[in-house]
């Protein structure tokens, strides 16, 4: 086994993974706080300034949402707080065109981050299991529920950091022929994923390999090993449904999909519906057409729950968990257009179909946006800069085609 080389880029791809939120409140990243280092890191690298196409999308919505009327702190901080995710954007891009140890960096996480799953499971049975797993209302009836999330601020955050990792090594045992490590690396990646319970990250995994599988079926389907690891993948998930109805029929994940069916479950409708309604409304506060602005969403969302949901209670600074919804709050319509106008032209422009991985994280991002996440995450937009980038060439169709030929 050849040695680990470990450099500055290892350590700051730990701290993205695992300790981006260690110790901090609320959404603060270590990453929003190294802004200044990247900003000077990637001037020196490009020798350009790679701020223009920032404030050319951003201030024509900026002015037109001060004339319409902002709260000033959380606007100017919200603006602060979406420049420095862009400038950590603009630095993984560069980043992964530049670093040729992809590959190895990827088995570098998933491994550590087995490890500290194992030790995340001794400390479940400690009193400072809430350090490691995430506790909230998991579903309606099920209250105080843990699932993993390591030292992250949220389970869900948790499995999108991780679903990178698991979508590639996915891709590489259902579609390369050298499948002999398959089945214990299978158990790196689905013990996590599942400790984790996020529905909609383990859902739009799932999604994203229906569609690669649709597009791609006539290719996929004479992989040599591709049935086999499929078969066990799906008959291991069958056993634990099955074990789980017969022997569980309470137990919270069966519950959490009956509710999710039944369209009782306050995460799924909070994350979804609720999320496009109360967006809907904050954005017709200022102005469909443009949004309220950046930071607006805690100042007008506060009246609009009491006004039209009759909501009587104390109400916690209330988000939208959910970033197409978001992004109509903040920027409305336009805005809307002007986000899938974005997505689209770098999904042709980069020609992703043309690539397993690629395409398999670009739906995997696309589906998760309209049930999570946010428009400042670090972590949508790393995976949106992976589905359009030009690495990882030896899942490119082409290259698959030749081998299947040999």
């Known amino acids: 086994m050849s040695r680990i080389k470990f450099n500055k880029y290892n350590w700051l791809a730990y701290l993205y993974f695992f300790f981006n939120n260690a110790g901090l409140a609320g959404g603060l990243l270590y990453t929003n ?5 990247f900003y000077l890191w990637l001037l020196a690298k490009r020798k350009q300034p790679v701020l223009y196409p920032f404030f050319i999308l951003v201030i024509p ?14 606007f100017i901080i919200s603006n602060l707080l979406f420049l420095s995710t862009y400038i950590f954007a603009a630095c993984f891009n560069y980043f992964i065109h530049h670093y040729n140890r992809l590959e190895s960096l990827y088995k570098e996480l998933l491994i550590l981050n087995f490890i500290f799953t194992l030790i995340a499971c001794v400390v479940y049975f ?8 995430y506790k909230n209302k998991f579903t309606e009836s099920v ?5 993993l999330s390591l030292l992250t601020f949220e389970a869900a955050y948790y499995a999108q950091i991780f679903a990178p990792v698991a ?53 996929i389907f004479y992989k040599k090993n591709f049935f086999n690891i499929l078969f066990f993948s799906l008959a291991l998930f069958a056993v634990v449904i099955l074990i789980l109805v017969i022997f569980f029929p309470n137990n919270v994940l069966m519950i959490r999909i009956n509710n999710i069916i039944s369209g009782v479950d306050t995460s799924a409708n ?19 057409w443009f949004g309220s602005g950046l930071g607006q969403i805690k100042v007008l969302a506060y009246d609009i729950v009491k006004r039209y949901f009759n909501y009587w209670g104390d109400l916690e600074v209330i988000r939208i968990p959910n970033a197409v919804a978001e992004t109509l709050a903040i920027f409305g319509v336009f ?36 049930t999570g996440s946010y428009i ?15 690495v990882f060439k030896q899942f490119d169709v082409k290259q698959k085609e030749s081998e299947l030929m040999l």
């Open 126 to 133: 400690t009193s400072f299991k809430e350090l490691l797993w």
């Open 61 to 74: 919505f900026d002015i037109i949402h001060i004339v319409n009327g902002v709260e000033w702190q959380p």
């Open 270 to 288: 909070g994350r979804t519906t609720d999320s496009f309604e109360i967006a809907w409304m904050i954005a017709k506060e200022r102005s469909i």
């Open 143 to 147: 209250d105080g529920f843990h699932r």
């Open 376 to 390: 400042t995450s670090a972590v949508e937009y790393v995976i949106w800069l992976l589905a359009f980038s030009s």
């Open 33 to 37: 706080l190294l802004t200044p280092f």
């Open 167 to 219: 979508l590639y090594y996915f891709v590489k045992i259902f579609l390369q022929n050298n499948t002999k490590p398959a089945f214990p690396t299978l158990i790196l990646v689905f013990i996590p994923l599942i400790l984790s319970l996020s529905i909609g990250v383990i859902g739009a995994i799932i999604i994203s390999f229906i569609t690669l599988y649709i597009i791609h079926y006539k290719k």
């Open 335 to 370: 805005g809307l257009l002007l986000r899938f106008g974005l997505i689209f032209y770098f999904f042709f422009k980069t020609k992703v179909l043309q690539n397993y991985y690629r395409t398999l994280l670009f739906v995997f991002v696309f589906v998760y946006q309209f």
